[in-house]
């Protein structure tokens, strides 16, 4: 074949391979389509074309996402009435739908080449496929949002994203799993308003929401900024409130020589002991008993590891081995109560012991709650319920949502879902609010009419603390909101004073360490830039690392001052001229550093004033 | 009481009021403006002054009073001793910069002359770059050309740098030992060339001793049967890089109109030196984006101009608006030297004299290393320094010391 052929020919790829070339690359993509449609070839075949390129790719192999449509040909759905009553009686399965080439598996480059109508309604001659569902151009997380197609796209990512945070009940056996951090919501409620998705997953078995009465009003500013104000009477009767889970663990490590870790209350001989309050949640044999009650930083497993150094020798012969401290403490701020305690082997036939501390987490000033929207927000308050504002009937509404967090982001599904969930909970049952396919928001207005309510969802209320009645009427509605892991607890952090570094001697970072914010090299540069040099001088030096070293005039080098005998000199040259200088002890390391790379670097001394 | 009688109860004094005292500041006698710049005031303020007085005919004390109030508002702009100028104009310039996208800005209509503009504009300025990613020239034009449309025009196309290669259309055949041009009609008429001009250049250029037929717009090179085919391809290549009309570097141009609706001719490729040549372009406003070119043709100061000028206006195009005395700052440091250099570390950072300024900089180990090796001395006088080394820097605050008598 000439050069100049090849130049018109579609080139042909199989997994991303180039295999050949064709003539007429159209009838090569029918053909193959055509033949997986009468199962000569598997249904996970895919191959698309592109015009652009003249390119046909045939993709077979694994780790392509697929997604099942219905075959359009002709602008008929292949899913004809007849196959349905079928399907209906159990005639036919899914399986045989897929084999007959009713239903097929699209990936990511064949869509390209299709045009998938999303209801029957709406198939025209041009349409390839059919959704077998609107909700499938939905992730099925995201498909689990009701009136969704009411919401902004961004939103629904971020009501999406969320529901990886929430906390529910996410597995079957938590009493039984170990699992290094783990959540659990104590009283969690079905979602009154559900989508088709939530069905499927058994949503309604496993749920992580709780229906609160919410009312969109400001109050008194403690709504602020996307906070959200509680209602005290609804926390103390258990909304929101969830346990939180910390699995420790500890193994008798056995040693060469016979030694071995012992799980044991230490004694006060043992090196590194603690102190008798650290230990007084430890049963005999060492290890918490359940329902113990747990601070942060006391011991769950008491443990005691041989000596390092076998051969301690003193003057009269062998002394008693010393054992080491080697206790597993509650992490601070994670205190609880012991929920179950495991002793097992490990993989080399250690004795390993479990130990899991339940805290509950009351929601507090801090904590995180979302509805399904994206409607994130933190309690900015917890008012006591006598202080909560209610309606004429008496209810008052478990979260106050701030009226501004609405028209910039959006949400109409949200006020749907309040809407939705209002009438369901005077229904008495389960609304679908599945997207594209939902009650209609006149129905809705329908079944709160019947049942005696405004169909606008507005109420009027009264102040709990004057009793008056509030100006103008308040959107009130049923949502299923989620408590989300961020909890303040676990959060909040602040240091004055506490350890510092052994190396550079500066403050540590990071939260398990009690450590500092960081000052960095922009925070420094502000200071600079208003001339606030001794704050400065105090935030870098004075507060972290400042040290008073001896420095040589002669040489410039850092001199010893000797406490035995009381003198202070210069260990290099001998003088005594040897003066304090105020530095940053950073600085003595990198003038030690220079000097152990062969620099030596002197020290010009001035008087202070 | 009575009256006449003098209590004998001396009450003690208590502080009835704090005030703090503003004296205005004292101006002497002056009457013209070259002593009032001798008191530090510039000529642009007193120059405004006087207009403004003179318009509104102000009489004479009025016009010492207004001076005296500008000279105190102008004193109240005068940055103060201690102030980390240098600090405040990183952030200044660093935190609009921020928004700054990566965006190519393209002229509407014609899509030929495209600047970079946005953060890799700026980041050219600031790191110094010697070559322009897309150098650029804005020609001004002298008013004869500048009122004739055809000539400007025709000035325009004349600037377009073409070489032979660019218009010519070679065959070659090596076994009979002659090669054929033809010009190509369409590339001529692209560049609104004339096809007898063109030969005639082309001949003026062909050495001597090569025969050459000519007919129409075709040459044909006839080489004797000995002749190496080395030397051939060399003397084609040679030929065809020659340019037959234009200035060099100039890739495209187009007539467009500037903000006063005045013609002017921009360019993608700069060549300042060739074109303050032309008679006509205007050599006064004609300028070039390509500051190297700017500082060998017109001198640093020229430069330095044009570094405010780009960056300012840069910043300008994206809505941000920073002090010009930021600016100012850091175009002095990037030209101070003499030449362009850039604020990275092959650029000012090497004339850096604190090893420890250096160091913390970039390429720690080698700068410290370096210091080693010459020997050199920390001086302490810079503030990275100082917070190094954990000392009050020298800036606001710590630029007094205590004398103890
Ligand atoms: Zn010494």
């Known amino acids: 074949m000439s050069k100049e052929g090849l130049r018109e020919k579609a080139k042909v790829y199989i997994n991303g391979r180039l295999i050949g070339f064709h003539d007429k690359p159209l009838q090569l993509t029918k053909d193959i389509i055509g033949s997986r449609r009468i199962s000569q070839i598997d249904s996970q075949i895919n191959v698309a074309y592109d015009e652009k390129t003249n390119e046909v790719y045939i993709n077979s192999d694994s780790g392509r996402v697929q997604r099942p449509v219905i075959v359009v040909e002709n602008g008929k759905s292949k899913l004809t009435e007849e196959i349905v009553k079928k399907l209906q009686k159990q005639e036919l399965n899914w399986n045989d739908l897929v084999e007959k080439g009713i239903i097929e598996y699209l990936d990511a480059e064949e869509e390209e080449n299709a045009y998938v109508a999303i209801d029957d309604e709406s198939i025209t001659a041009e349409h390839t496929h059919l959704e077998i569902n609107p909700i499938g151009i939905e992730s099925i997380i995201t498909s689990m949002i009701p009136y969704l197609e009411h919401n902004m796209a961004g939103k629904a990512l971020h009501g999406a994203k969320m529901f990886k945070q929430a906390a529910g009940i996410s597995y079957v056996n938590p009493k039984y799993r170990m699992d290094t951090e783990g959540y659990l919501l104590y009283y969690p409620q079905k979602a009154l308003v559900k989508s088709k998705t939530m069905d499927l997953l058994k949503m309604d078995v496993r749920p992580q929401s709780q229906n609160f009465v919410v009312a969109i009003m400001p109050f008194y500013g403690w709504n602020a900024f996307d906070a959200v104000v509680l209602n005290r009477g609804a926390v103390e009767r258990g909304l929101g409130r969830m346990a939180y889970y910390r699995t420790y663990d500890a193994v008798q490590k056995r040693y060469p020589g016979g030694q071995k870790d012992k799980f044991e209350i230490p004694t006060e001989e043992t090196v590194g002991y603690l102190g008798a309050e650290y230990y007084k949640s430890l049963g005999e044999d060492g290890l918490a008993e359940v329902e113990a009650k747990v601070d942060g930083k006391t011991a769950v497993i008491g443990k005691t590891s041989p000596p390092r150094f076998l051969e301690e020798v003193s003057e009269f012969g062998v002394v008693k081995e010393k054992r080491r401290e080697a206790s597993e403490t509650v992490r601070k701020q994670k205190s609880g109560h012991v929920d179950e305690v495991i002793i097992t082997e490990d993989l080399d036939g250690s004795i390993l012991a479990k130990i899991k501390v339940r805290s509950d987490m009351i929601p507090e000033v801090g904590d995180k709650f979302s509805s399904r929207h994206g409607q994130k927000g933190v309690v900015g308050a917890v008012i006591p319920e006598e202080d909560m504002p209610f309606t004429q009937d008496g209810i008052k509404p478990d979260l106050m949502l701030n009226p501004h967090s609405i028209p910039s982001r959006m949400t109409v599904g949200h006020l749907l879902e309040m809407l939705a969930g209002k009438a369901s909970s005077m229904q008495g049952e389960q609304i679908d609010g599945t997207p594209f396919n939902n009650v209609p928001l006149s129905e809705l207005k329908k079944m709160l009419k019947e049942h005696g309510l405004r169909e606008d969802g507005k109420e009027i209320f009264y102040d709990g603390i004057t009793g008056e009645r509030i100006e103008g009427e308040i959107f009130t509605g049923v949502v299923a909101y989620r408590r989300l892991y961020h909890m303040v607890a676990h959060k909040m952090q602040a240091r004055s004073r506490g350890p510092v570094q052994i190396l550079t001697r500066q403050p540590t970072e990071g939260k398990e360490k009690e450590g500092g914010l960081r000052f960095g090299e922009m925070e420094a540069e502000t200071l600079v830039g208003h001339g606030s040099s001794m704050l400065l001088h105090e935030k870098m030096i004075e507060d972290s690392d400042k040290v008073t070293e001896l420095v040589c005039e002669k040489c410039g080098i850092i001199a010893v001052n000797d406490k035995i005998r009381n003198r202070k000199y210069c260990q290099v040259c001998g003088s005594t001229k040897v003066y304090p200088v105020e530095m940053s002890y950073g600085f003595k390391l990198m003038l030690d550093e220079l000097k152990a790379l062969g620099m030596y670097p002197i020290l010009h001394l001035r008087d202070k004033v | ?405």
Do not use: C
Not at chain 2, 24 to 53: A, I, M, N, R, Y
Not at chain 2, 110 to 117: N, T
Not at chain 2, 196 to 212: C, D, N, S
């Open chain 2, 1 to 405: 009481m009575t009256a006449g009688k003098k209590s004998k109860i001396k009450t003690k004094k208590i502080v009835e009021k704090a005030v703090v005292e503003t004296k205005p500041v004292e101006v002497p006698e002056v009457e013209t403006g070259k002593e009032w710049e001798q008191l530090g005031v510039p000529k642009s303020v007193w120059k405004t002054v006087e207009k403004f007085s003179e318009a509104k005919k102000l009489s004479e004390s009025d016009v010492k009073k207004l001076m005296q109030l500008a000279k105190q508002e102008y004193d109240k702009t005068v940055v103060e001793v201690g102030e980390a100028v240098g600090i405040v104009a990183a952030q200044s310039l660093g935190e609009p910069g921020t928004q700054l996208t990566l965006r190519t800005k393209h002229f509407a209509g014609a899509a030929e002359v495209s600047v970079g503009s946005g953060i890799q504009r700026v980041e050219e300025i600031v790191d110094g770059r010697s070559k322009a990613k897309y150098p650029s020239m804005t020609i001004y034009l002298a008013e004869d050309v500048r009122k004739n449309k055809n000539a400007t025009e025709e000035f325009a196309n004349s600037l377009l740098d073409v070489r032979l290669r660019d218009i010519v259309q070679m065959d070659e055949d090596f076994k009979e030992k002659f090669i054929v041009w033809q010009l190509n009609d369409e590339r001529m008429a692209e560049n609104k060339m004339d096809a007898g001009k063109i030969i005639k250049k082309i001949e003026k250029l062909i050495p001597k001793k090569v025969e050459v037929v000519k007919r129409g717009t075709r040459i044909t090179f006839n080489f004797s049967k000995r002749a190496q085919l080395k030397d051939i391809r060399k003397l084609m290549l040679k030929l065809l890089k020659k340019r037959i009309s234009g200035v060099s570097n100039i890739e495209t141009v187009i007539v467009t109109k500037d903000k006063k609706d005045e013609p002017v001719i921009k360019t993608r490729g700069s060549n300042l030196k060739a074109i303050l040549r032309k008679r006509e372009a205007d050599p006064v406003r004609t300028i070039t984006n390509d500051l190297e070119e700017i500082a060998k043709v017109l001198g640093i100061e020229a430069a330095r101009t044009m570094v405010v000028k780009e960056l300012y206006g840069t910043l300008k195009d994206n809505n941000i608006s920073v002090d010009v005395r930021h600016i100012l700052l850091l175009a002095d440091l990037i030209t101070f030297s003499g030449e362009i250099k850039g604020t990275v570390r092959t650029g000012i950072m090497r004339d850096k004299a604190s090893p420890f300024a250096k160091a913390s900089f970039e390429e720690t180990v080698k700068h410290l290393l370096e210091a080693a090796f010459y020997g050199e001395r920390e001086e302490l006088k810079g503030v990275v320094e100082n917070i190094i080394v954990g000392q009050p820097i020298k800036v606001g605050t710590g630029t007094v010391e205590l004398i103890m008598k």
